[in-house]
C-alpha cells in the first residue's frame, strides 16, 4: 500500500540545463532573498487567455525565457506579481466577487431583510392564509411584491432570509471543515517531511491507507449514529468530521513542498544557529509551503461545502431550526413539482457559490504557481 | 550572400515573434542564410538567441499560439515552405529535412517501443510494409552504432541509455535519407564523452549519405571541426557570419570573439583564467534601443547604446554586425599574424 | 507484477479489517441500538433478543464472533428485513447500483475524454471556453440540484422520461439518474483529459512525432493520447469512491433499490448488520478496484515497474 496513487517514474537525473554558456558568469542561483522566499518563476509566455491559462508554452527551449538572473531581486514580489496575474484572470475576478457578495449578503443580509419586511428565516406568519408557498415577487393576491423576493415555502417563510441565513452554516461549514483539515494537513505534513526517515514512512503510509478507505461511507455512519442530540451538536459533528476525512491531500502536499524546501540554505543557516526543530518547521518551512496550500484549501472549502450539502440533503447533516443550502435544498426536492422555486434558490445559489470558489482557486493556481498543473 | 543558385535552403528575412504576457518577443528577428547541398552549417549562440526558433521555423514548427512566423521566406529547393499547404510541409519533415534535437531522454516517446518509433516514419514516407519498416528500423540501429540492434530494437526508450537514445533519434532522422539534417544541439544534454561519439556519428553519416546539416549549438567548440559556415546569434539576430576557418581566425564582432575567449582552449597557456562574458543575456522581450549586446560589450561606446549597429561586409563571405566590425576584423587579424598563422 | 499483486492482496485484508473494526467501534460506541430506535419492546423480550443475538456478551466476544463471520463472508440477518440475510440484500441490490454506476462512469469517460482532448488541441476557443466552463459547473452543482431538475424539465414539463424508479437494465428510466450520475464525472474527466493532453502535446516527443511528418491526428491518436490519458486512467481509483456517495444520492432522488439506498436507511434504522456487511462489500471492491487500476497504469506506462 506504500505505492502513491500516481506511481513513481523512474527519471534519470540528466543535466537539463541546455548548457548555457554563461550560467557560470550569472553568478548566481537563481538566489534566495533575505526573507528566504524561493524566487518568483520565470515569466513564460501565456497566451493571454483567461480559463486554465497553462502559461508554459512549447517554444523551442528556454528561448523566450527571461534570463534567471532578473529574478533576483524578485523574491519578495512574489505574491504581489501572483496577484497581479490574479487580477488579470477574468473568471477568478468573477469568483472572487461572488464570493465576496455571497458572504456579505449571508452576514447583513438577514438583518436588513428583519428591518425591511419583519422576516426572519424562522418567522411564520400568524394569518394562516399566508403559511403557504408563494412564487418569487408575488404577494398573496398575486399582484407584484417585493416582499418576498424568492417566495416562500410551505410554512409561508421567507426563502431569501432562508437562504441567506442557510449560507451563514453552509459557508461556517466551509472554512471551519476547511480550518480543521489545514491545521491537520499541515502538522502531518510538515512532520513526515521534515523528520524523514522511519516517521515519514510510518505518516505517509498511514496517509496512504486512509486514501483508499471510502471515507464518506464511514462519515454516514458517524454522523447516523451520533448525530441527532441536538442540531448544534449535528453542526460541530459536521465541521469534525469533514475537517477529519479533507485533510489526506493536504498532508501530501505540504509534504512534498517541505522536503523541497528543507535542504536549501536558509534552512542549514537557521539550523547552524541552534534554531529549535519546531521552530523551523513553523517558523520557515511552513510559509514558504505556503503558495500551494493556499491554493489546494481554497479548493477544498467548495468540496467541503459540497460534502456537507450532500449529507444535510440524506438527513445526516444540519438540522431544523438551523438550516443550510443542503437542507433547504432537500426540503425544496420534496416540493419540486408544485413549488420548483424552493429547490432553485437555495440550489442555485449553492452552485454559483461552488463555482465561484472553484474559479478563484484555480485562478490561484495558476497566479501562485504557473507551474503546477494539477486538475 | 551568394546566389540562390545550387543552394538546398535559402532562409530570407525571417521573422519569428512570441506573444507573452511581457510583450512581443521577438525571437528570430530578421535572420537569413544560404545552406549548400552537401554542407554544414554551424549556428551558434547562447540560449535565448533564437537559434533553434529558427530552425523549428524552417519547419513550421512553432507553436501557434504564442508563436508567429511573422514575414519571411524558407526557400528548400526554390520553392518556399512557409507558404506551402501544411499537407505539403508534413511530407517534407522527416522526409527530406529532418530534427534531432537536444534531450533524448524526452525526445522519444516514452510509450512506444523504439521499433515502432523507427517504423512509423518509413511506413508513412516510403510505404514501407510492417516487415520492411522494421528491417529498416533494425538497419538503421546498427547504422547508428547501436549493439545488438535486433534484440534491443523493441526495447521501451527508458531501457536506454541518453547517448544510445540520441543515436535512435539520428537513426529516425536518417531513416528516409533526408536532403537536410537539423541537428538543435544534439551533445548538450550528453556526457562529455558521449558527445565526441555523438558528433562523430553525424560527421560520419554525413559523409557517407552527403546529407546538408544544421548544426545548432551553444558550443563553439562543437562546430569548430565539423562546419564549413558559421553563424553566430545574438538576441534573435544574425551578429556574424563566415566561413567556419575565417571565424575563428579573424572573426569580426565582438561578440564572438567574447564567445571565442570562453571556449577553454587546450592549446592555451595554462594558468589563466577562462574568460566569462560579463551580464546575462538579453530579456529578449525588452531590448535596449541600441546594439542589443553593448551592455556586455567589452569594447562598447556611446553609439552602441544609442544606435542599431549596421550589417558590414567584412570580405566577400564574411559579414558582422557591429558599429566598429571593421576595426574588430582588423584587430583580429592582426592578432593572428603576431601569433603567427592560422588558428586551427 | 505478479509479486506485486500479492504483496497489495496480502495488506488489502488488514485494511478491510480496520475499515470494519472502525466502523463497528463508532456503532458501538454511539449511544442506542437498533432496538431503541424502532420500536419499544418489554424488558423480557428484549432480553432474550439481546441473548439471542449476543448482545449480552462482552463487546469482545462480540467482536470476535463479527469478525469470525466477516471472515467467512457471511455478514447474518439484517434487523430490519428479518427474513433476509445481508449476503441477499446485496445480491439484490448490486446490480442496481453496478448498472446505474457503470453506465454513468462510461458515458462520462467517452464524453469527458472527447470534450477534454478537443478542448486540449484548441486551447482558448470558443469550444475550449464552453466546455470547461460546463466542466466547471458539472462540478459545482450538487448531483441532488441537477438530478431534481433534470426530472422537472425531462419528465415534469416535457413528458419525455419517466421521472423514477428501478425498471430492469434497458430501460427509459435509467436515463435520468444514470445522467445524474455521470456529470461529476464527465466535469472531472474533462478537465483531467484537457490538463493531461495539454502538457503532452507540448512535450518533447510530441515535437518529435510532428518533425516525423505525422498528421496532426496520428500525432494525437499514436503519439499523445496515452500519455494524456494517464490522469484519467489515476483518477479511476477515486471515481469509485465518488461514486458510491453519488449512488446514494441518486438513488434516494429517483427511488432506485440500491445499495446506496440500502445503506442510508440502514444507518438511520441503525441496522447494523447490514451496515457491516455493506461497509465490508465496498471497502473490500474500492481496494481491488484501486490493485486493478494500478494495474491497468502499469500496463499503460512502460515505465513503472513494481
Known amino acids: 500500500m506504500s505505492e502513491e496513487r500516481t506511481p513513481q517514474v523512474p527519471t534519470e537525473q540528466v543535466p537539463n540545463e541546455e548548457g548555457r554558456p554563461t550560467r557560470a558568469v550569472a553568478d548566481s542561483d537563481p538566489a534566495l532573498t533575505p526573507r528566504g522566499t524561493p524566487p518568483a518563476p520565470p515569466v513564460r509566455p501565456r497566451a493571454g487567455d483567461e480559463i486554465h491559462a497553462f502559461p508554459e508554452t512549447a517554444v523551442g527551449e528556454g528561448d523566450v525565457r527571461v534570463p534567471e538572473g532578473a529574478q533576483v531581486v524578485a523574491g519578495t514580489s512574489l505574491w504581489k506579481d501572483a496577484w497581479k496575474r490574479l487580477l488579470k484572470n477574468r473568471l477568478a475576478v468573477f469568483g472572487m466577487i461572488v464570493v465576496a457578495i455571497i458572504a456579505f449578503a449571508s452576514v447583513l443580509g438577514p438583518g436588513i431583510i428583519k428591518r425591511a419586511t419583519g422576516f426572519e428565516y424562522d418567522t411564520i406568519p400568524a394569518d394562516s392564509n399566508l403559511v403557504r408557498s408563494f412564487p418569487p415577487l408575488t404577494a398573496p393576491d398575486g399582484s407584484f411584491s417585493w416582499t418576498h423576493p424568492m417566495g416562500t415555502d410551505s410554512a409561508g417563510r421567507d426563502i431569501l432570509a432562508r437562504v441567506l441565513q442557510g449560507g451563514r452554516i453552509s459557508l461556517a461549514v466551509g472554512l471551519i471543515s476547511t480550518l480543521v483539515s489545514l491545521i491537520i494537513g499541515i502538522t502531518w505534513g510538515a512532520t513526515a517531511g521534515y523528520l524523514g526517515g522511519k516517521v515519514d514512512d510510518l505518516l505517509m503510509r498511514i496517509v496512504d491507507v486512509l486514501y483508499a478507505i471510502p471515507y464518506m461511507m464511514i462519515v454516514i455512519v458517524l454522523l447516523a449514529f451520533f448525530g441527532g442530540q441536538s442540531p448544534l451538536y449535528q453542526i460541530f459533528l459536521l465541521f469534525a468530521a469533514l475537517g477529519a476525512v479533507s485533510w489526506l491531500t493536504m498532508a501530501r502536499i505540504v509534504r512534498g513542498q517541505v522536503i523541497s524546501l528543507k535542504n536549501q540554505e536558509f534552512v542549514l543557516a537557521a539550523r547552524a544557529t541552534g534554531v529549535s526543530t519546531p521552530k523551523i518547521i513553523f517558523r520557515h518551512l511552513v510559509p514558504n509551503a505556503l503558495g500551494p496550500v493556499i491554493v489546494y484549501a481554497t479548493l477544498t472549502i467548495p468540496s467541503v461545502m459540497l460534502s456537507e450539502a450532500f449529507l444535510s440533503f440524506l438527513g445526516l447533516g444540519v438540522q431544523a431550526p438551523y438550516s443550510s443550502w443542503g437542507s433547504l435544498s432537500s426540503e425544496g426536492i420534496q416540493n419540486i413539482a408544485i413549488f420548483p422555486w424552493q429547490l432553485i434558490f437555495p440550489g442555485v445559489t449553492m452552485a454559483l457559490t461552488l463555482f465561484s470558489l472553484n474559479f478563484l482557486g484555480d485562478g490561484l493556481r495558476d497566479a501562485l504557481d504557473p507551474q503546477m498543473r494539477k486538475f | ?344 | 507484477m505478479f509479486r506485486f499483486i500479492v504483496r497489495r492482496l496480502i495488506v488489502t485484508v488488514p485494511m478491510v479489517l480496520i475499515v470494519i473494526t472502525l466502523t463497528w467501534g463508532l456503532i458501538r460506541l454511539a449511544p442506542g441500538n437498533f432496538y431503541s430506535t424502532d420500536k419499544k419492546l418489554p424488558p423480557a423480550i428484549e432480553k432474550n433478543i439481546r441473548a439471542k443475538y449476543g448482545l449480552d456478551q462482552p463487546w469482545y466476544v462480540q467482536y470476535g464472533r463479527m469478525m469470525g463471520n466477516i471472515v467467512r463472508l457471511d455478514f447474518g440477518n439484517s434487523l430490519k428485513y428479518e427474513t433476509e440475510t445481508v449476503n441477499d440484500i446485496l445480491k439484490r441490490t448490486l446490480p442496481v447500483s453496478a448498472t446505474l454506476g457503470v453506465l454513468a462512469y462510461l458515458i462520462a469517460l467517452v464524453v469527458g475524454i472527447l470534450f477534454g482532448t478537443l478542448a486540449a488541441l484548441k486551447p482558448n476557443s470558443k469550444l475550449d471556453y464552453v466546455s470547461m466552463a460546463l466542466a466547471m459547473l458539472g462540478i459545482s452543482l450538487p448531483n441532488f440540484v441537477l438530478g431534481p431538475i433534470l426530472v422537472l424539465l425531462f419528465s415534469l414539463s416535457l413528458y419525455w422520461l419517466p421521472p423514477a424508479r428501478w425498471n430492469g437494465f434497458p430501460s427509459w428510466n435509467l436515463v435520468l439518474p444514470v445522467l445524474t450520475l455521470s456529470a461529476i464525472y464527465m466535469a472531472y474527466i474533462a478537465r483531467l483529459t484537457r490538463a493531461g493532453m495539454l502538457e503532452v502535446l507540448r512535450s518533447d516527443y510530441i515535437r518529435t512525432a510532428r518533425a516525423k511528418g505525422l498528421s496532426e491526428r496520428q500525432v494525437v491518436m499514436r503519439h499523445a493520447l496515452r500519455g494524456g490519458l494517464l490522469p484519467v486512467i489515476s483518477f479511476t481509483g477515486p471515481a469509485l469512491a465518488i461514486l458510491i456517495t453519488g449512488t446514494v444520492v441518486v438513488e434516494k432522488i429517483f427511488a432506485m433499490p440500491g445499495l446506496g439506498n440500502y445503506f442510508l436507511n440502514a444507518n438511520l434504522n441503525r441496522d447494523e448488520p447490514l451496515i457491516i456487511g455493506i461497509v465490508a462489500f465496498i471497502s473490500i471492491t474500492v481496494l481491488i478496484f484501486n490493485l486493478l487500476v494500478d494495474i491497468a497504469y502499469a500496463y499503460v506506462d512502460p515505465r513503472i515497474r513494481y
Open chain 2, 1 to 344: 550572400m551568394s546566389s540562390q543558385n545550387g543552394n538546398l535552403l535559402s532562409v530570407r528575412d525571417l521573422r519569428t515573434y512570441f506573444e507573452t504576457e511581457d510583450g512581443t518577443v521577438r525571437a528570430v528577428d530578421g535572420i537569413s542564410f544560404d545552406l549548400k547541398r552537401g554542407e554544414t552549417l554551424g549556428i551558434v549562440g547562447e540560449s535565448g538567441s533564437g537559434k533553434s526558433v529558427t530552425n523549428l521555423s524552417v519547419i513550421r514548427l512553432i507553436q501557434s499560439p504564442p508563436g508567429r512566423i511573422v514575414s519571411g521566406e524558407v526557400l528548400f529547393h526554390g520553392e518556399d515552405i512557409l507558404s506551402l499547404p501544411a499537407e505539403e510541409v508534413r511530407r517534407i519533415r522527416g522526409k527530406r529535412i529532418s530534427m534531432i534535437f537536444q534531450d533524448p531522454m524526452t525526445s522519444l516517446n516514452p510509450f512506444m517501443r523504439i521499433s515502432r518509433q523507427l517504423m512509423e516514419i518509413t511506413q508513412l514516407h516510403l510505404g514501407h510494409t510492417k516487415e520492411q519498416a522494421y528491417e529498416h528500423a533494425v538497419k538503421m540501429l546498427e547504422t547508428v552504432g547501436i549493439p545488438e540492434a535486433r534484440a534491443r530494437a523493441d526495447s521501451y526508450p527508458h531501457e536506454f541509455s541518453g547517448g544510445m537514445r540520441q543515436r535512435v533519434m539520428i537513426a529516425m532522422a536518417l531513416s528516409c535519407e533526408p536532403e537536410l539534417l537539423i541537428a538543435d544541439e544534439p551533445t548538450t544534454a550528453l556526457d562529455v564523452t558521449i558527445q565526441a561519439q555523438i558528433l562523430e556519428l553525424i560527421r560520419k553519416l554525413k559523409e557517407k549519405t552527403g546529407t546538408s546539416v544544421i548544426l545548432i549549438t551553444h558550443d563553439l567548440g562543437v562546430v569548430a571541426g565539423m562546419t564549413d559556415d558559421i553563424i553566430v546569434m545574438y538576441a534573435g539576430k544574425i551578429f556574424e557570419q563566415a566561413p567556419t576557418r575565417e571565424l575563428f581566425a579573424a572573426p569580426g564582432n565582438p561578440y564572438t570573439k567574447a564567445l571565442l575567449k570562453s571556449v577553454p582552449d587546450p592549446a592555451h597557456e595554462e594558468g589563466t583564467d577562462l574568460y566569462q562574458i560579463p551580464g546575462l543575456p538579453p530579456d529578449v522581450a525588452h531590448l535596449p534601443p541600441g546594439c542589443p549586446f553593448a551592455p556586455r560589450c567589452f569594447r562598447v561606446e556611446e553609439i552602441c547604446r544609442r544606435e542599431f549597429p549596421p550589417f558590414v561586409q567584412l570580405n566577400a563571405e564574411h559579414f558582422s554586425l557591429c558599429h566598429f566590425a571593421a576595426e574588430v576584423y582588423a584587430e583580429s587579424s592582426a592578432e593572428r599574424e603576431a601569433k603567427g598563422g592560422v588558428g586551427r
